[in-house]
């Protein structure tokens, strides 16, 4: 293999640019690209953990048939038997695929052709339809098309940028980067609309806390704010636009004056001017929006919403300007560009008698599929009532991801044949899978993706395929060969894939379709392996596109962009005395979706050990929990089990869960468990932000956290959270029931050998336990009837120590890190692995007073700078504590290791 490969980070769909190589020990090193137009070499701390990652851990690395080990001509074999089986019997509709969009485009454009064009049915659905449906839906109701019309340099060029429903700081990270140093050159105004106060307010000049689902109230209201003000732009909407009436109208029955409203979204009136104005004001505005406004039951509505605003000024398709939804998975767009959703047929073609009879001839078949197939949450309660009898789900783990989760695994438990390519093995949803097939994983997989701004850039292998592994696009072709169709899927490699889906996107397009990369159809092997990020529409015989919509032509029938009339109606979601509080669900700066990569990297586990219960103080205090507790959360559909994070960054009514956790990581922590099973009317997609549910504290009788060289089984505890860790893997413990403690401590000290060390207080209940083998600590126990407030980050770095002398050993027992190992506290910057208390005592010995006075001291936050808004954090709050003279220790400290 080559020295260096240029590549495309395989997390969010910002898309940054990597180079792989090998240092002089031989171990792969990946850093930013500074060639590649989204990130200019930057990266953010998920991209710079990608080499740790690349571990055999968890690999699935064989294909299985019913439990038992098969060669790929078996596997190949049965899969297509069994899918023709149920065809045969049941019909083409009794089958389907569920993928999703961290495919490569090539993967997916098979999968499309061989469900849609061969098989006959649309019953193709991908974890898509939980993220971009409702932006798709709503672009294609404003645009005729799913046009994203902006590009990043648009953030940095826009005076006004406003976040709605977006966590930018830690879920596109290179693109907050990007207008954090936009905003420190040009002093970018930035709004925040989103019910939580997040680390992206870390650069807002106002933060909107409004209700949850509030979004198309408060644009409707920005609309007639504009219309009042006289800020609109007349010539624009009279000559390319139509339904500007219909749709202030709408605005108008909704919303009443702005003090109404304000109450309504329970916002400081003032607050409302303040954006009202702004908005008016600034002629640069870019309103970027993500799954605060996506996945709701209104969510096409908002987007639509805010397009209505934008189209009402004009301001879109210029330098600046324009309504952004940014992507989610790193190839949400080529997923759509391919057709993958089951609403849509193939490159941005829809189920039209002409367009089904167009892609028919390309495809060389009588007929494609006659119409739309189920959407994800349709296409499970297919499979739950027996509709659906075979499913292949690829590259998504629905199990943790679908709502109504639990009901989602009764139904899969349930399904005659089900089928899952995945790299790992130790998924929730491969506990289903009949038949597991192996993927190549990130570093071994050779396409193309697609970003937020429409840029197209290669992901190219670095390694060999661990395993049998083989590509999506391999396995799909081979079964489709099995089941006969191997003259249209004998593609030698994913180039072959990639130049028919670009002359499928140009086949009789003649500027009626905004996809159109038809100057990449001729791509010959060679340039396609070398080739450079583009953007598209890239017609042959001219330039790749850069902003669309400039000249204010759209794509419906006469041109024109669409106003659409968005009447704000209340999230279906609501509280009642049984479950009285609203949860919301999201993500974690350094984990990716449900951690199957992410969870490999012990720098970026450390972050956040354990799902937190984010809760106001108010809600906390009225429930009797504690910070640093645990708790149970639960509604009719599911339970979680977290510990609470007492915070004001929570709004009193409402809780916030991260949406990572899996059965593979914790006890019972998985978000979509609580989650009803309520969609969007137009788009599909589910309201994966609201339930209602209500929380207690679990009564626990003793916590525990264990460190340990190897993984140690506590499944049977009713909490447990286990991550990797520097020196091997960490889990926090608790149990309803004293004794199990002692049986935990009988089973270490059967499983390890070697010395082990105690320490007991009975009085107060504490027991602490280390085992060692040759000088090295093999396992740590600590036990108490309270949370532990042990370092978790000063019990990893004994563990990775090659041996403990005696002063480390004592300071073990005494449970509190020594002089010679000073506590480090949670870890804040994973780049440079720094913890909160060393921050904290370098901000005391030091008085630093900025980011980067820290930085200068420490180096945290000096490299891909996604801690800066937690170090401004504890600077605020060192500062406010000296001023009151109370500096007391770790009082801002996250629960997850207050304890
Ligand atoms: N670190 C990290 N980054 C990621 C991912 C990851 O797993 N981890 N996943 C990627 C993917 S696939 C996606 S889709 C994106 C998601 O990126 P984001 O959408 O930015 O992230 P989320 O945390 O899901 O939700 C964003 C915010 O919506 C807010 N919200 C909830 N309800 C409402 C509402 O009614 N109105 C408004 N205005 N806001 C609301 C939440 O409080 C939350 O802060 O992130 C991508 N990037
Ligand atoms: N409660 C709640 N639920 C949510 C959300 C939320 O905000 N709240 N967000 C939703 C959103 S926006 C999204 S995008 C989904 C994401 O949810 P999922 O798609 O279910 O989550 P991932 O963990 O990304 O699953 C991807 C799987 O594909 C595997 N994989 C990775 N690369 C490849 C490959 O090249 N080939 C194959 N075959 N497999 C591969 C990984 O090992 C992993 O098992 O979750 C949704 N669910
Ligand atoms: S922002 Fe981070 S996760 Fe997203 S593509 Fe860039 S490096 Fe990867
Ligand atoms: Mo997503």
């Known amino acids: 293999?080559?020295?260096?490969?240029?590549?495309?980070?395989?997390?969010?769909?910002?898309?940054?640019?990597?180079?792989?190589?090998?240092?002089?020990?031989?171990?792969?090193?990946?850093?930013?690209?500074?060639?590649?137009?989204?990130?200019?070499?930057?990266?953010?701390?998920?991209?710079?953990?990608?080499?740790?990652?690349?571990?055999?851990?968890?690999?699935?690395?064989?294909?299985?048939i019913d439990g038992r080990r098969a060669g790929w001509g078996e596997a190949v074999a049965t899969v297509a038997?069994?899918?023709?089986?149920?065809?045969?019997?049941?019909?083409?509709?009794?089958?389907?695929?569920?993928?999703?969009?961290?495919?490569?485009?090539?993967?997916?454009?098979?999968?499309?052709?061989?469900?849609?064009?061969?098989?006959?049915?649309?019953?193709?659905?991908?974890?898509?339809?939980?993220?971009?449906?409702?932006?798709?839906?709503?672009?294609?109701?404003?645009?005729?098309?799913?046009?994203?019309?902006?590009?990043?340099?648009?953030?940095?060029?826009?005076?006004?940028?406003?976040?709605?429903?977006?966590?930018?700081?830690?879920?596109?990270?290179?693109?907050?980067?990007?207008?954090?140093?936009?905003?420190?050159?040009?002093?970018?105004?930035?709004?925040?609309?989103?019910?939580?106060?997040?680390?992206?307010?870390?650069?807002?000049?106002?933060?909107?806390?409004?209700?949850?689902?509030?979004?198309?109230?408060?644009?409707?209201?920005?609309?007639?704010?504009?219309?009042e003000a006289g800020q609109l732009a007349p010539d624009f909407i009279r000559n390319k636009t139509r339904g500007f009436e219909e749709a202030l109208t709408a605005a108008r029955t909704g919303e009443a004056e702005a003090g109404a409203l304000a109450q309504k979204l329970g916002l400081a009136e003032a607050d409302l001017q303040k954006f009202f104005n702004l908005f008016a004001q600034t002629e640069r505005v870019v309103t970027v929006f993500s799954q605060g406004v996506n996945q709701s039951d209104t969510g096409t509505d908002k987007v639509n919403a805010i397009i209505n605003c934008h189209l009402a000024t004009g301001r879109i398709g210029r330098e600046g300007m324009g309504p952004f939804s940014v992507t989610g998975q790193p190839n949400a767009m080529g997923g759509r560009e391919v057709g993958g959703l089951a609403n849509q047929l193939a490159a941005h073609m829809g189920f039209s008698a002409a367009e089904r009879e167009r892609v028919a001839r390309f495809w060389a078949v009588p007929a494609v599929a006659g119409g739309e197939g189920l959407k994800a949450v349709e296409m499970f309660e297919a499979v739950a009532d027996g509709r659906i009898k075979a499913i292949w789900i690829m590259a998504t783990n629905p199990a943790v991801s679908l709502p109504q989760a639990d009901a989602v695994r009764a139904a899969l438990e349930a399904c005659p044949l089900v089928i899952l390519s995945d790299c790992i093995g130790t998924t929730d949803t491969g506990r289903y899978a009949h038949i597991r097939l192996p993927a190549t994983g990130w570093g071994e997989k050779d396409g193309t993706v697609t970003n937020s701004e429409r840029t197209i850039s290669?992901?190219?292998?670095?390694?060999?395929?661990?395993?049998?592994?083989?590509?999506?696009?391999?396995?799909?072709?081979?079964?489709?060969?099995?089941?006969?169709?191997g003259a249209a899927f004998a593609y030698q490699g994913p180039a072959d894939i990639f130049r028919e889906h670009a002359a499928l996107s140009a086949f009789e397009n003649d500027g009626t379709r905004d996809f159109d990369i038809g100057a990449a159809a001729d791509l010959d092997d060679a340039a396609y392996d070398k080739a450079q990020p583009f953007r598209w529409p890239w017609v042959a015989g001219s330039a790749p596109a850069g902003r669309l919509f400039g000249g204010g032509r759209f794509f419906t029938a006469d041109g024109r962009a669409n106003f659409v009339a968005t009447i704000s109606r209340p999230p279906r979601s609501r509280v009642s005395q049984e479950f009285s509080l609203l949860l919301n669900t999201g993500r974690y700066r350094d984990q990716w979706h449900t951690m199957t990569r992410t969870g490999l990297a012990a720098r970026l586990t450390a972050h956040r050990s354990e799902p937190l219960l984010e809760i106001n103080p108010a809600d906390a205090g009225a429930r009797g929990l504690a910070d640093g507790c645990l708790a149970e959360v639960e509604n009719a559909d599911g339970r979680y089990i977290a510990r609470v994070r007492v915070t004001a960054a929570q709004q009193a009514g409402q809780i916030f869960l991260p949406m990572h956790w899996s059965g593979a990581f914790a006890a019972r922590a998985v978000a979509g468990a609580l989650i009803p099973p309520v969609v969007d009317p137009v788009s599909g997609q589910p309201a994966l932000k609201l339930a209602a549910v209500e929380v207690k504290p679990l009564a626990a009788a003793w916590h525990g956290v264990l460190i340990s060289a190897a993984p140690v089984d506590v499944t049977e505890l009713a909490y447990w959270a286990r991550r990797r860790a520097r020196g091997g893997y960490l889990a926090e413990l608790a149990g309803l029931a004293a004794e199990e403690a002692e049986e935990l401590i009988t089973r270490l000290d059967a499983a390890l050998e070697g010395e082990r060390l105690d320490y007991r207080d009975p009085a107060r209940g504490t027991v602490r336990h280390a085992w060692f083998a040759g000088g090295r600590l093999v396992a740590a126990l600590f036990v108490s009837p309270q949370p532990l407030r042990v370092d978790r980050s000063w019990l990893e770095a004994l563990a990775a120590e090659e041996a403990l002398d005696g002063a480390a050993r004592a300071s073990l027992l005494a449970g509190r890190a020594g002089a010679g190992r000073p506590a480090t506290g949670r870890i804040v910057c994973s780049c440079f692995q720094v913890g909160f208390d060393s921050i904290v005592t370098a901000i005391r010995t030091g008085r630093l007073t900025s980011p980067a006075e820290i930085g200068a001291a420490l180096k945290a936050g000096t490299n891909c700078g996604s801690c800066?808004?937690?170090?401004?954090?504890?600077?605020?709050?060192?500062?406010?504590?000296?001023?009151?003279?109370?500096?007391?220790?770790?009082?801002?400290?996250?629960a997850d290791n207050a304890a």
């Open 868 to 894: 800066i808004p937690e170090l401004k954090e504890i600077l605020a709050h060192e500062h406010a504590a000296s001023l009151a003279g109370t500096a007391g220790p770790r009082t801002v400290e996250p």
């Open 81 to 227: 038997e069994r899918l023709k089986a149920t065809i045969d019997v049941h019909g083409a509709g009794s089958v389907a695929f569920y993928v999703s969009g961290q495919l490569l485009t090539e993967d997916y454009y098979v999968a499309n052709k061989l469900m849609k064009g061969f098989i006959g049915s649309s019953n193709i659905d991908t974890n898509s339809r939980l993220c971009m449906a409702s932006t798709v839906a709503g672009h294609k109701r404003a645009f005729g098309s799913d046009t994203v019309p902006g590009l990043y340099v648009d953030l940095e060029l826009a005076d006004l940028v406003v976040l709605v429903g977006s966590n930018l700081a830690w879920c596109h990270p290179v693109l907050f980067q990007r207008l954090r140093a936009a905003q420190e050159k040009r002093g970018t105004r930035v709004v925040v609309i989103d019910p939580r106060r997040t680390d992206s307010c870390d650069i807002a000049d106002l933060h909107l806390a409004l209700q949850p689902g509030g979004d198309v109230a408060l644009f409707n209201g920005l609309l007639l704010h504009l219309a």
């Open 458 to 485: 290669r992901q190219r292998a670095f390694l060999p395929a661990l395993g049998e592994a083989r590509p999506d696009w391999w396995i799909i072709s081979r079964v489709a060969a099995a089941m006969g169709h």
């Open 1 to 64: 293999m080559t020295a260096a490969v240029r590549t495309t980070c395989p997390y969010c769909g910002v898309g940054c640019g990597v180079v792989a190589s090998r240092d002089e020990a031989g171990h792969w090193q990946v850093r930013g690209d500074e060639q590649h137009p989204a990130n200019f070499g930057r990266l953010c701390s998920k991209g710079a953990a990608l080499a740790e990652t690349l571990v055999p851990e968890g690999r699935l690395l064989f294909p299985e």
